[in-house]
């Protein structure tokens, strides 16, 4: 009889450890099955190369074979930027495709479309590429974490840095009419307090807009001698190219998702954009200071190979570079412990991890108290030829 206790108490603790790969969504004993939406096409396409450069890294980690002894299947859909589309790619990938978690879902009106559903069915949603800051917070979003520094935090640091450059001066502030531009609207009004109304004025524009010409020739009349500019890559190149061709010699300051070369500033024109300040956290491809950087050739090599006829200069390719090399990562330290729980107890458990294309300095580190992956930047302006540094490292206890 105690034999027979010894053994089933045995049953059951081997039942109640880590969960096999068969018990597992998307997870087999070759495959891990991993989900994304980006907006391939649309008014958002140029970020949706995040999702390229995702799939890129992708390929390459499973030509090394993969992640301890599997391969992954990343089945990413593209949604146009339309909430609707996002939800519909969302069930799909959860109920037919059967993916374990989500991985680098892109753009803020989807992911907060599809947030609850994910949640309802104890999916992950890991790395999104939003900075915005209702998904920073773990009680709400307890199964998401984000892939981008958030957007009130990145806002704060401008609002300090003109406050100290141009103290006595108007600001205008062009944004995305959603969460992603209202964000950085917030984060101005939180810093200024008071003196908000006084200190700034501000234009919104919708994604099915076909220009915001208008908008900045008002903005421009406002008296205001900087411009923030607040929303996605289309929109930022034709507001720095209107700023140009109206005249307004404002400091011009771009958010971080349009602060890319081939994405932005070039379609509105590298000599309109001279000048033009924007926050980041990865090196600049056209920057002669990385050209014997290891991180960076390792990434000119790998874009070579993966990527080959893309421009380079886009920065949205370098971002879901980085979200491939975070991605292994997490997927490493779980071992062979693929449960959904551990996935998500991972993705937060990221210690000093360097990122090759990251800035010195930067680097990421993830607790479970909180949703955010990154949390520092620094400030670049745009030479003409190249994005030149300046200032500190800032985090979220800087601005």
Same mark, same amino acid.
């Given at each position: 009889?105690?034999?027979?206790?010894?053994?089933?108490?045995?049953?059951?603790?081997?039942?109640?450890?880590?969960?096999?790969?068969?018990? #597992?969504?998307?997870?087999?004993?070759?495959?891990?099955?991993?989900?994304?939406?980006?907006?391939?096409?649309?008014?958002?396409?140029?970020?949706?190369?995040?999702?390229?450069?995702?799939?890129?890294?992708?390929?390459?980690?499973?030509?090394?074979?993969?992640?301890?002894?599997?391969?992954?299947?990343?089945?990413?859909?593209?949604?146009?930027?339309?909430?609707?589309?996002?939800?519909?790619?969302?069930?799909?990938?959860? #109920?037919?495709?059967?993916?374990?978690?989500?991985?680098?879902?892109?753009?803020?009106?989807?992911?907060?479309?599809?947030?609850k559903y994910l949640r309802a069915k104890a999916v992950p949603s890991l790395a999104i590429v939003s900075g915005?800051?209702?998904?920073?917070?773990?009680?709400?979003?307890?199964?998401?974490?984000?892939?981008?520094?958030?957007?009130?935090? #990145?806002?704060?640091?401008?609002?300090?840095?003109?406050?100290?450059?141009?103290?006595?001066a108007k600001y205008a502030i062009l944004y995305q009419n959603d969460d992603l531009g209202k964000d950085y609207?917030?984060?101005?009004?939180?810093?200024?307090?008071?003196?908000?109304?006084?200190?700034?004025?501000?234009?919104?524009?919708?994604?099915?807009?076909?220009?915001?010409?208008?908008?900045?020739?008002?903005?421009?009349?406002?008296?205001? #001698?900087?411009?923030?500019?607040?929303?996605?890559?289309?929109?930022?190149?034709?507001?720095?190219?209107?700023?140009?061709?109206?005249?307004?010699?404002?400091?011009?300051?771009?958010?971080?998702?349009?602060?890319?070369?081939?994405?932005?500033?070039?379609?509105?024109?590298?000599?309109?954009?001279?000048?033009?300040i924007a926050g980041t956290i990865t090196k600049d491809v056209a920057d002669e200071t990385w050209k014997n950087?290891?991180?960076?050739?390792?990434?000119?090599?790998?874009?070579?190979?993966?990527?080959?006829?893309?421009?380079?200069?886009?920065?949205?390719?370098?971002?879901?570079?980085?979200?491939?090399?975070?991605?292994?990562?997490?997927?490493?330290?779980?071992?062979?412990?693929?449960?959904?729980?551990?996935?998500?107890?991972?993705?937060?458990?990221?210690?000093?991890?360097?990122?090759?294309?990251?800035?010195?300095?930067?680097?990421?580190?993830?607790?479970?108290?909180?949703?955010?992956?990154?949390?520092?930047?620094?400030?670049?302006?745009?030479?003409?030829?190249?994005?030149?540094?300046?200032?500190?490292?800032?985090?979220?206890?800087?601005?």
């Amino acid at each position: 009889m105690i034999a027979k206790w010894k053994i089933a108490i045995a049953l059951a603790v081997l039942l109640s450890g880590p969960a096999s790969a068969a018990e #597992e969504p998307g997870i087999s004993e070759t495959e891990i099955k991993i989900g994304g939406v980006f907006p391939f096409s649309g008014p958002a396409s140029s970020i949706g190369l995040v999702g390229k450069g995702l799939i890129a890294y992708i390929q390459s980690l499973n030509d090394r074979g993969g992640v301890n002894g599997r391969k992954i299947n990343y089945i990413a859909y593209d949604d146009s930027y339309s909430p609707p589309k996002a939800v519909e790619h969302v069930r799909k990938l959860v #109920e037919s495709d059967e993916v374990s978690f989500m991985y680098g879902q892109l753009g803020t009106p989807g992911i907060s479309a599809t947030a609850k559903y994910l949640r309802a069915k104890a999916v992950p949603s890991l790395a999104i590429v939003s900075g915005s800051s209702k998904f920073t917070d773990v009680a709400n979003y307890p199964l998401t974490t984000t892939g981008l520094v958030s957007y009130d935090t #990145e806002g704060k640091i401008y609002a300090k840095y003109l406050t100290k450059t141009l103290p006595n001066a108007k600001y205008a502030i062009l944004y995305q009419n959603d969460d992603l531009g209202k964000d950085y609207v917030n984060a101005f009004k939180a810093y200024l307090g008071g003196d908000f109304d006084r200190k700034v004025v501000t234009a919104s524009y919708e994604v099915t807009e076909p220009t915001i010409d208008s908008q900045i020739t008002n903005l421009k009349s406002s008296g205001a #001698e900087a411009l923030v500019i607040a929303g996605t890559p289309k929109f930022a190149a034709q507001a720095i190219r209107q700023a140009s061709v109206i005249g307004w010699k404002a400091t011009v300051i771009i958010n971080f998702p349009s602060a890319s070369v081939g994405g932005t500033l070039a379609p509105a024109g590298l000599d309109k954009s001279i000048g033009v300040i924007a926050g980041t956290i990865t090196k600049d491809v056209a920057d002669e200071t990385w050209k014997n950087d290891p991180g960076m050739q390792a990434y000119k090599s790998f874009f070579e190979k993966y990527l080959s006829g893309a421009d380079i200069t886009n920065g949205s390719y370098a971002v879901g570079y980085q979200q491939g090399v975070l991605l292994e990562q997490i997927l490493k330290q779980c071992g062979n412990d693929l449960s959904r729980k551990n996935i998500l107890a991972q993705a937060k458990n990221l210690k000093n991890v360097i990122v090759p294309v990251a800035l010195p300095g930067i680097e990421v580190n993830t607790s479970e108290n909180s949703n955010m992956m990154w949390t520092q930047m620094r400030l670049q302006r745009w030479t003409g030829t190249t994005y030149q540094l300046f200032g500190d490292v800032l985090d979220a206890k800087s601005e």
